[in-house]
Structures are given as C-alpha cells and as structure tokens.
C-alpha cells in the first residue's frame, strides 16, 4: 500500500509559476506510474500529466510546454513544475499512484489508478 502526500499549492498570478510535490511512503515506490490530476469547481476530475516506471511522460495537451512532471524514486517523490500558469489551471491538484502500469506506460484514466493523495489547492489569479 501506498499513501500519498501532496504540497507546493498556493494563489499565484497568471504568467507564474508552482512547483507541486508528492511524497509516496510504502514500499516498491518504483514500480507505481504516478500521476496528477486536477479538479476544478463544478468540473470533472481531470488528468493533467503522468509518468512512467521508466520514466516516460505524458501531458495533457493543454499544458505541454507549460508544465513539466518528474520523478525521483530513490526519494520516492513525484514533482509537477508549473509554468506560465493561467487562471483555467486553477483547482485542486491530485497525486495518484497506479500499481498495474506497464514500465513505459502512463494512464490517463483516473480509474487505474489505485491510490491518491488529498489534494493541494492551485489557484491562478488574472
């Protein structure tokens, strides 16, 4: 089992920037593809990057080239960096750990996923 903690979130004004961290404890952190996910008000939970047990990323188009997601297993950390923020990236950001990943593969379902943090709130004034 694996239990998830997020922090980094905060009110930021549009055009800056957040660094998202999350901190996994249990065992076997490696073999867990990790990704965020992102709830705004009123709005679905929605996928926003993921990485792979080798490493291998994937974004939502909406933030690519914005946002940068990274892995560090001997620390058992999963950071978001977020650039160039916009007020629609505003909601609460999810860490998620999924345990039947393939090496390179990265979901972008949220029902795949087995684990999940709490929750860091992100909001992004204009």
Known sequence: QVQLVESGGGLVQAGGSLRLSCAASGRSFSNYAMGWFRQAPGKE???VAG???MSTTHCKDSVKGRFTISRDNAKNTVDLQMNSLKPEDTGVY???ADSGARHFGVSDN???YD???QGTQVTVSS
């Open 110 to 112: 949220a029902y795949e």
């Open 45 to 47: 939970r929605e996928f």
């Open 51 to 53: 990485i792979s047990r």
């Open 94 to 96: 999810y860490c998620a």
């Open 115 to 117: 684990y999940w943090g």
